[in-house]
């Protein structure tokens, strides 16, 4: 086993991805995610409880301040942040995400500014903030260490971080192994993320919840989903809808990190 965490997370993290020949036969195109999931929805966001990562990302925001959200999608990471903050910078590496979070931003009279790539690459070009959130977007990121680094550069007071306990999609393997004989690598994703935090020197705090579970409706959106994050055809849809059906919704671990940021 490696030694150092962040090794240990890019090993983790290239056994979570599928081999690229699933990838590349798929029949639908699948490289990018549908915006309208991510979608920033204030009336669900009122029923949920406040979690770690928004109680640590207030704590840390000046009145107006400025929020910096890598990987916003549809900005679901920071518009709950819109009461205290003052302006807020998405980075995205999807342009449909990025015009669904300027829309939601218009709607709610939010001061946004939007920068589309790739962090850490587009790191250079994108202004510092008081807080930087980064909420599930780094699941696959092979070097942790500069995603961390350059998040930790942007932001004066606070990083804050939000993952799943564990990597996404891995409660499909039954279906990957059927469809095509394969699986994804679980990993303690939060665990492996402190330690690599920790090991550029950061004094990480955590905390963990345990969100309901929330029962789902299987629509044919839902199942046309699920279709393309398996690489696989519609023929698929029986045996993907009859798995989704047979599933009890589980809860849901969320483990949010937060360090001084140093910009
Ligand atoms: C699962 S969504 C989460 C969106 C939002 N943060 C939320 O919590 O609802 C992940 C988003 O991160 C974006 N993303 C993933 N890796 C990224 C990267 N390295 N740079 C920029 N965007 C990234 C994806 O395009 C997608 O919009």
């Not at 929805?41 to 009122?46: E, F, M, S, T, V």
């Amino acid at each position: 086993m490696a030694e150092r965490a962040a090794d240990r997370w890019r090993e983790a993290a290239s056994k979570w991805l599928l081999p690229q020949s699933i990838i590349d036969a798929a029949p639908e195109p699948q490289a990018t995610l549908d915006p309208e999931m991510f979608r920033y929805k204030p009336d669900l966001d009122a029923t949920m409880p406040v979690r770690p990562s928004r109680r640590a990302a207030l704590a840390a925001l000046p009145e107006g301040g400025s929020v910096l959200d890598v990987g916003c999608g549809g900005g679901a990471s920071s518009f709950g942040l819109r009461s205290r903050a003052g302006f807020i910078i998405g980075v995205d590496r999807q342009p449909d995400m990025l015009l669904v979070f300027e829309e939601t931003a218009q709607q709610f009279g939010v001061k946004v500014r939007t920068f589309l790539g790739a962090w850490p690459d587009v790191a250079e070009v994108v202004p510092v903030a008081d807080v930087a959130v980064c909420h599930h977007a780094f699941y696959a990121a092979e070097d942790l260490e500069a995603h961390v680094r350059a998040l930790t550069d942007h932001a004066r007071e606070r990083v804050v971080l939000e993952m799943s306990a564990h990597p996404p999609l891995v409660a499909l393997n039954p279906l990957l192994e059927k469809l095509h004989g394969t699986s994804r690598r679980d990993w303690p994703v939060a665990d492996l993320a402190q330690e690599v935090v920790t090991e550029l020197g950061y004094a990480v705090q955590r905390e963990d919840v345990e969100l309901e579970p929330r029962p789902r409706e299987v629509t044919p959106d839902w199942v046309g989903f699920v279709r393309r994050r398996l690489y696989v055809g519609p023929e698929a849809d029986p045996v993907i809808e009859e798995f989704l059906r047979s599933q009890t919704p589980q809860p849901q671990q969320v483990v949010a990190l937060w360090w001084p940021g140093t910009a």
